[in-house]
């Protein structure tokens, strides 16, 4: 993935060809980076250098280092649309209604696009999480995790770098989202099993490559969303 650092401006050339790979979506938000070793031997370099530059990575917001051993990718957009969205969000129940409202456009989208773009590691991660989607089902759970990562990896395997970003910045807004609906639709024990097939039907709609079904099928299961949580709040108020 990396390639060979020429010996001058040793950190200025890793900075630039990180950069470089998060531009084309050879790296993406929440990837791990390997170990500095590992990374070191693969650049070419020593550490140092490498260290120089990923201190300088995280003061740009690019990469968060968790307890000097793990080192994420962060979204690009993160600091400028992530905290005004939570405040706006937070503790206001209507305000879903309009997050759903854009969700329905862009999962559509998203859905369609991954048909077209979704390699077999993407295929493979979605069926990983629709099993332990069917998991959190067959126990009991709340699954909002799960449905939060099914969401969140559909929009990587449109390989569209800045709409994965997006994504992935709002992550923390999907997966509250998520759990404030599931908490409501799930009073109505039926709905469990329908949110199941509806996420089922949208990972085999982008498997088997059928674009329309795939866009349809996201719709229509945020529509669904957005119609049992008003229909609660109807019988609730």
């Known amino acids: ?27 993406k938000p929440g990837d791990r980076l390997p170990s500095e070793r590992d990374m070191a031997k693969e650049l070419g ?11 300088a990575l995280q003061a740009m917001g690019f990469i968060n280092v968790q307890n ?24 206001n129940i209507q305000k879903i209604f309009e997050l759903l409202e854009i969700r329905q456009t862009l999962e559509s989208w998203s859905a369609q696009r991954a048909t077209e773009m979704a390699t077999e590691q993407d295929i493979e991660e979605l069926g990983q999480i629709i099993s332990r989607m069917k998991d959190d089902f067959k126990r009991g759970n709340l699954g909002d995790k799960a449905d939060a990562d099914f969401h969140l990896a559909i929009s990587r395997a449109t390989h569209n770098t800045i709409f994965s970003h997006l994504m992935a910045t709002w992550y923390h807004l999907l997966w509250d989202c998520q759990k404030v609906s599931r908490e409501k639709l799930f009073s109505k024990e039926k709905n469990r099993k329908l949110l199941l097939n509806q996420h089922i039907e949208i990972f085999e709609a982008i498997k088997d490559h059928k674009m329309e079904r795939a866009g349809e099928a996201a719709r229509l299961h945020i529509i669904f969303v957005e119609d049992e949580l008003k229909k609660y709040l109807q019988e609730k108020g």
């Open 1 to 27: 993935m990396f390639k060979k650092i020429p010996s001058r401006k040793i950190s200025d050339e890793i900075v630039n060809q990180f950069i470089d790979l998060l531009e084309r979506g050879i790296l």
């Open 45 to 55: 370099v020593s550490r140092l250098p490498l260290r120089e530059a990923l201190k």
């Open 68 to 91: 000097r051993r793990k080192t994420l990718v962060q979204p690009i957009t993160k600091s400028a649309l992530q905290d005004p969205i939570s405040l706006v969000l937070d503790g």
